[in-house]
Each structure stands twice: as C-alpha cells, then as structure tokens.
Nanobody
Framework: QVQLMESGGGLVQPGGSLRLSCAAS????????MAWYRQAPGKQRELVAT???????NYADSAKGRFTISRDNAKNTVYLQMNSLKPEDTAVYYC?????????????WGQGTQVTVSS
C-alpha cells in the first residue's frame, strides 16, 4: 500500500508565492518520475511539471520561469515552489508519482490541494 500526502496549498495574493509538498509513504521500493498536475474548475487536468529520478525537469509553458519542481529522495518527497502567482494559477494541484511498490510499478495520485490566487 502506498500513500501520498499533499500539503502547502492556500489563498495567496497575485504576485505571491506558495510551496507545495507531496510525501510518499508505505510499501515503496523505488520512486521514478514525480510530477505535479492541476485542475481548474470546468477544465481538464493538466501537467504542470515533472522531475525524473535523475533530477531532470520539464515544465508546462505556463509554469516556466515561475515554478520550480524539486525532490528529496531521502524523504520520498516532491516539492513545487510557485512564485509570481497569477489568478489563472487557481486550481486544485495534484501530485503524481510513479512507484514500484515491491510487487508492481504504477502511478499514484495525491488527494489534491487547493491553490487560490486572489486579491
């Protein structure tokens, strides 16, 4: 059994910053790619950023230059540092982690954390 626990969402003014965290726990053998997605009301879930086990990163155009994804392999945790936030960044943010859980490899999702950017 694998669990993902997200934290760090909240209400922030435009131009502000937030740092999201997602910690994996349970029966984990290896963690591969870790990622953040978001879903705004009435829209499809979209990829925000990914980071491989080797530390290579990739960002959606909307996140480039403002967001930074990182990971702490010792803590099985992925982070998303979000700066210069805009109202259009308002969404529920989900972490997605590809994990080998001692029996098989698969994708796991966090429960989601709300980010609201508003004055």
């Amino acid at each position: 059994q694998v669990q993902l626990m997200e934290s760090g969402g909240g209400l922030v003014q435009p131009g502000g910053s937030l740092r999201l965290s997602c910690a994996a726990s349970g029966s984990i053998w290896t963690i591969y790619t870790m990622a953040w997605y978001r879903q705004a009301p009435g829209k499809q879930r979209e990829l925000v950023a990914t980071i491989t086990s080797g530390g290579s990163t990739n960002y959606a155009d909307s996140a480039k230059g403002r967001f930074t994804i990182s990971r702490d392999n010792a803590k099985n945790t992925v982070y998303l540092q979000m700066n210069s936030l805009k109202p259009e960044d308002t969404a529920v943010y989900y972490c997605n982690v590809n994990i080998h859980n001692l029996r098989e490899r698969g994708d796991y999702w966090g429960q989601g954390t709300q980010v609201t950017v508003s004055s």
